[in-house]
């Protein structure tokens, strides 16, 4: 940073206003991401002060990390250098809920919650279960492409957003997409920002397309070997059912393995496809439970979080769909506790943070590599990051996205260091 | 490298039947499905991707532009070479690589014909879900610069969303791979950000699309409206009502007339619009939900519904819809077809606008479109023989995507800016916004090499354009 802190804060302030900056230990210390503690809070009420403040930080070489609910804040490296944590949690009003188009524009420090409350009084909701939704920001979600159980019948993230505003590190605000369901004007730049974990802009602005809320919807929860359920998965795949999730759960400590498989749609719809599957696993052995309402919601919850549990390893491995039991099966030795979207192909796994667990991980990304798929570490404590890359090898196209992110932020200073590879 | 040098050099990468420098065997190539046309100068029809990097490594010492082509059935002018160079043909990247049905997935080559995905894995029941209309004609390639839509991207989403993975060779004629086989490949997501870029990121020499499983059940319905407003609101409510339909298309009664004019299905000819709804899924899902759009369609003023009681039904439906754009020489000896979109929210007033535009520039205006999406088809009719008239014709598709940006929409929902819309895009985004995408466009071909002058605004290009409405034989896409 060019600037002494003092001068940047009070630069920021001057344009802000005095209660957007703190420089106070207690928060600085509750925004530290993986153990580096920034300088300096802000926390602009618009995206115009967004933009200001990127400037005025930009102008003085100062490193920023855009911050949301900071329910994800522990994805990717550790920033090389932090200067000043930029809060979107005054950003957070509903733009524009179209529910005849089937769309909402929302600011981006607006929690899933609060969203889906205003989208429920259109009977809609945002189809992405993302984590700690009371807490996770939609531009949280969005840069850290958040998913959750149902993406494989709704969509990920990355269909789901058809527009943004994002601040680029000169200050500008630009917009991408715009808000009808089909559009290819010009490059599709919201495919850009998705993922990118706030390293090439800082999001402020999202339009998504919302679904209408099913009917009816219940989770059958079968439960027995690993066997026993991997059979019935598989047996359900080869049918013509459209379940809404499907998930291969095993909660540890040696409880049996779980099928979960969740279905949205009408009555009858819902009812006959829980029937049919019931009689696939009956005659398999597997215990049967069917849960709806809060108890559904609950229990799909708790896998939605697991990515974001704190003061774990969770490794993220993603193969393609028919290699997801191969898979568990090689670890089976380590009695992990994991969850598999068997329908995506990705499998989280949730382990205590020690070096064993942390030794895991080359054979996890051989493997996946073997699978022509990819293992990341998802959430880690800072310590074990030290030695180690979360995102594993640098993909082919490595060269290519520092290319992009010196064309976008050629300091350097949107979240510096925390991206594959170094960016 | 002077051109000589560069031909010889292209020779001895492809093979001299491979490439195309005498005007009889270039002139093929100067025209796509637009009204455009600029005869290129030299083609080449490389067969594998060694032979792309070579020939990319080529264009770029002899600084010469290249323009990725596949069918040529674009509607924007983008396999048109605005600024001459190589015209490089994917036609020989033809087979489909891997189908891997266990993993929902198949690598193709570009120049594989859409339908040809389908039809490899239809037996095993699965689909490969982008429709064009053309998708008889159109390559997956194509399909891919242009993030293609069709009639069933309402419920499966457009070419984007299928597309996991693609191999591209970039400038420097080096061959990389963006996305993979599965999802969330770590990193920018710079397949998305390809997809759609109209040829000018890159040659794409393969691609890894989804599959998907046939549905259980498919039904499908043709209302019929004596009002164009009853039949949007129809659409508006339907998708309010939260049905997510597989598809949701209109036909005006000009399109209807030239449908029955060319190949008849059977469509009332003096009906003043035809919505055809197709619902999949589970059967007692697809019945509930034809019986409620049934119900919609009556409420909005469907003079009449008739629910297609089999495949043959079904299938006369869509012969009739995809054919509409073919059946348009039965109107008018030439047409203009445009690609806006609104909010669906909007489209009742949407269509009062065309009316009035064709009304305000004393011209016929046929309307196929993607109703549910809220992206229009309006094809403007006229003879190309009457002086001034494509220039009114031009005018008039520009003043129907001016409407479409007053009422928050786009102008273009699947055919691409091209050369044909570069000068509109400025309605859309601003200079920044322009900018951004600049950068990428830089961090991809700093040179500008692969397609220039198209989908940015930049000036008039320095090959000689030609405007040429209407030439695609009509049957091609049946
Ligand atoms: C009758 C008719 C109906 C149509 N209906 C639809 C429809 O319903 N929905 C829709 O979306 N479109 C439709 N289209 C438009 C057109 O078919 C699509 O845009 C299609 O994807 C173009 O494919 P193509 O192989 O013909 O590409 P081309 O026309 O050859 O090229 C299109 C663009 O792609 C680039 N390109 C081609 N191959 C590659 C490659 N391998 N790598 C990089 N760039 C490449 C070209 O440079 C060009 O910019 C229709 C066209 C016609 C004539």
């Known amino acids: 940073m060019k600037l002494a802190t ?136 969005v840069a850290a492409n958040l998913n959750g159980p149902r993406r494989s019948s709704y969509g990920s993230v990355r269909d789901l957003v058809i527009g943004m505003k994002v601040v680029l590190a000169s200050g500008e605000i630009i917009k991408a997409g715009g808000k ?70 095993n909660p540890g400590a040696n409880r049996s393995w779980q099928l979960a498989i969740s279905f949205d749609g009408f009555e009858e719809t819902v009812a006959r496809q829980v029937n049919e599957l019931s009689a696939m696993a009956q005659p398999l052995g597997l215990s049967q439970e069917v849960i709806h309402g809060e108890k559904q919601r609950q229990y799909w919850q708790e896998i939605a979080d697991l990515p974001v549990s ?41 382990m205590p943070a020690n070096q064993t667990t942390r030794d895991l991980f080359p054979r996890l990304i051989a493997w996946a590599q073997q699978q022509r798929g990819h293992a990341t570490i998802f959430n880690t404590p800072a310590e074990l990051k030290r030695t180690t890359d979360v995102w594993g090898p640098v993909p082919p196209a490595h060269a290519l996205m520092r290319k992009i992110k010196q064309e976008f932020d050629p300091a350097g200073l949107f979240n510096p260091g925390r991206f594959i590879g170094g960016i | 490298m002077d051109k000589r040098e560069l031909i010889t050099e292209l020779r001895r990468i492809v093979g001299t039947p491979y490439v195309l420098i005498e005007k009889e065997d270039v002139i093929v190539y100067e025209q796509d499905g637009s009204i455009f ?40 002018g983008g396999a048109v070479p605005a600024e001459g160079g190589i015209i490089l043909s994917l036609t020989r990247f033809d087979r489909i690589l891997k189908i891997d049905l266990e993993n929902h997935l198949a690598i193709v080559e570009p120049g594989v014909i859409n339908l040809d995905v389908t039809k490899a894995v239809a037996k095993d029941g699965f689909f490969y879900a982008p429709d064009p209309s053309s998708q008889a004609a159109c390559s997956i390639g194509g399909n891919v610069a242009n993030n293609s839509g069709g009639p069933h991207t309402l419920a499966y989403g457009v070419t984007t969303n299928h597309v996991l993975g693609i191999e591209v060779v970039l400038d420097d004629g080096e061959v990389v791979w963006l996305g993979g086989e599965v999802a969330d490949t770590p990193g920018y997501d710079l397949c998305g950000v390809f997809v759609g870029s109209e040829g000018t990121m890159g040659i794409v020499t393969k691609i890894a699309v989804k599959l998907m499983q046939t549905r259980e059940s498919v039904r499908t319905l043709l209302a019929i409206f004596d009002d164009m407003d009853f039949a949007t609101n129809t659409v508006v409510e339907i998708t309010s009502e939260g ?21 008849p299905v059977g469509f009332p000819r003096d009906a003043a619009a035809v919505l055809i ?76 606008r065309v009316a009035a535009i064709s009304k305000e520039f004393n011209l016929t205006i046929a309307n196929v479109f993607h109703a549910g999406d809220g992206n229009l088809h309006p094809n403007i009719l006229f003879d190309m023989r009457n002086p001034g008239e494509l220039e009114r014709v031009i005018e008039a598709g520009a003043a129907t995507l001016r409407a479409c940006v007053e009422l928050g929409g786009s102008i273009t929902g699947e055919h691409g ?30 040179d500008n090499r692969f397609n220039p002058a198209k989908l940015f605004p ?5 090959g000689e354009v030609r405007l040429e409405p209407g030439k695609i034989p009509a049957g091609l896409w049946k």
């Not at chain 2, 930049?458 to 320095?462: F, G, I």
């Open chain 1, 6 to 141: 003092e001068q940047l804060g009070q630069r920021l302030a001057a344009d802000l206003g005095a209660d957007a900056v703190s420089a106070d230990e207690l928060r600085l210390a509750a925004h530290a991401i993986d153990g580096v503690t920034p300088k300096l809070i802000c926390a602009p009420s618009t995206a115009e002060q967004l933009a200001a403040a990127v400037k005025i930080c930009a102008d003085a070489q100062a490193a920023m990390a855009p911050w949301g609910g900071g329910t994800a804040m522990s994805l990717g490296n550790p920033p090389r250098a932090l200067d000043v944590v930029l809060k979107t949690s005054h950003l957070d009003q509903v733009i524009e809920h179209d529910h005849a188009n089937l769309t909402a524009t929302v600011q981006s420090g607006i929690t899933l919650n609060a969203l889906q409350a205003v989208l429920a009084r259109q009977k809609q909701f945002l189809p992405i279960d993302a984590p700690l939704p009371e807490r996770s920001t939609i531009g949280g979600i």
């Open chain 1, 180 to 249: 009808v369901v089909k559009n290819v004007a010009g490059y599709d730049m919201c495919k850009l920002f998705t993922g990118a974990l706030g390293t090439l802009g800082i999001v402020t602005e999202v339009t998504l397309r919302v679904a209408p809320l099913p009917a009816h919807s219940s989770t059958v929860i079968v439960s027995g070997t690993w066997a026993q359920a991997a059979q019935c998965a598989n047996q359900l795949m080869g049918t013509k059912l459209l379940p809404s999730a499907m998930f291969l759960v």
């Open chain 1, 310 to 350: 704190q003061n774990r390893v969770i490794y993220r491995v993603t193969v393609p769909r028919g290699a997801v039991q191969r898979t568990i099966a090689t670890i089976a030795d380590l009695a992990p506790q994991l969850c598999a979207d068997l329908a995506m192909g990705t499998i989280w796994i949730e």
């Open chain 2, 37 to 76: 046309q600029v005869m290129p100068e030299i083609v080449v029809v490389p067969a594998n991707v060694e032979e792309v990097s070579a020939v990319v490594r080529a264009a770029r010492s002899a600084s010469v532009p290249i323009v990725p082509r596949g069918s040529g059935t674009g509607l924007a």
């Open chain 2, 243 to 263: 049905i997510i339909p597989a598809a949701l298309e209109i036909m005006d009664h000009m399109s209807i007339e030239a449908v029955e004019r060319g190949a």
């Open chain 2, 277 to 352: 709804v197709e619902v999949e899924g589970l059967s007692e899902q697809t019945e509930r939900s034809i019986m409620l759009a049934s119900e919609i369609c009556r409420r909005n003023g469907a003079r009449e519904v008739k629910v297609a009681k089999n495949d043959a039904e079904r299938q006369l439906l869509w012969k009739g819809r995809k054919g509409a754009f073919g059946a348009m020489g039965t109107l008018a000896p030439n047409y203009y077809v445009q690609d806006g979109v609104v909010p669906r929210s909007q489209l009742p007033e949407m269509m009062r």
């Open chain 2, 417 to 446: 800016v091209g050369m044909e819309k570069k000068a509109y895009i400025g309605w859309l985004f601003n200079d920044a916004d322009l900018a951004a995408m600049t950068r990428v466009r830089h961090a991809f071909d700093p």
């Open chain 2, 458 to 462: 930049t000036p008039a290009s320095c």
